[in-house]
């Protein structure tokens, strides 16, 4: 298990690393006032309007960096401070979420792909690590049904890896469409167009940390459960 502690820790400063780079980044280019003048609220529902997408609805959440598109609900969900103020940071956050909806509203392969499985991967993120846990306790007893049940934690485990690797080409892909449309539309200048890139960059590295790490985890987990057979 100490290896597993050494992964575990590795990956929390990693992921420090990055999370504190966005907190930062997006810091920054809140003072970067766009010229244009406009809220990310009404940037969102600009894009959603030339999209021709009638039926999304751009609302305010609490909290910071809780944005998100709510495909069930139709609801582009922008926190506090992206939907009221007027920022290059805004503009980039507001844009990605809408090209979520876009995604939605095009039947984007990756995101069906991982809104069929949301469900289950719900039920196995929250079984993977006791079901891990107790096939670990059993099988250092020598118990073979142990080591099944350390296996079927892993399975569900894997369910998690593999939600968190087709999530990157869905958020990719929605930072694409927005910084397309930004550009297509003159909606920044230069400068607000590369701050916002950036922003959005860092955002995107923090799905790839994660993934990553789940993918180390498992790789870890599965040389256990060889070790044990």
């Known amino acids: 298990m100490i290896g597993y502690y050494i992964l575990a820790g590795a990956i929390f400063l990693i992921s420090s690393y990055v999370s504190n780079k966005l907190k930062k980044k997006f810091k920054q280019y809140s003072k970067m006032h766009l010229q244009n003048g406009m809220s990310g609220a009404e940037i969102a529902q600009k894009m959603l309007d030339d999209n021709g997408i009638r039926d999304v609805q751009v609302i305010s959440v ?8 709510n495909p069930q609900k139709k609801t582009v969900n922008l926190s506090e401070g992206v939907y009221h103020q007027r920022n290059a940071a805004a503009a980039a956050v507001a844009a990605h979420e809408v090209g979520h909806a ?24 929250k079984l993977s690590n006791f079901v891990i846990i107790a096939g670990l306790i059993l099988s250092a007893t020598g118990s073979g049904f142990g080591v099944t049940i350390f296996g079927v934690g892993i399975a569900l485990f894997a369910a998690t890896t593999l939600f968190a690797f087709i999530t990157l080409p869905v958020e990719f892909d929605a930072s694409k469409r927005a910084m397309a449309w930004l550009d297509d539309k003159n909606m920044v200048t230069q400068q607000e167009q590369a701050a916002a890139q950036d922003a959005l960059k860092w955002a995107a590295r ?21 070790g044990r057979r």
């Open 62 to 69: 609490k909290g910071m960096l809780t944005d998100h598109y």
């Open 102 to 125: 876009v995604q939605h509203a095009t039947a984007y392969s990756w995101l069906q792909l991982r809104s069929k499985i949301v469900p289950t991967v719900g039920i196995a993120s």
């Open 206 to 226: 923090t799905y790839v940390v994660a993934a990553l790490g789940s993918l180390a985890t498992l790789i870890y987990f599965i040389s256990l459960f060889l």
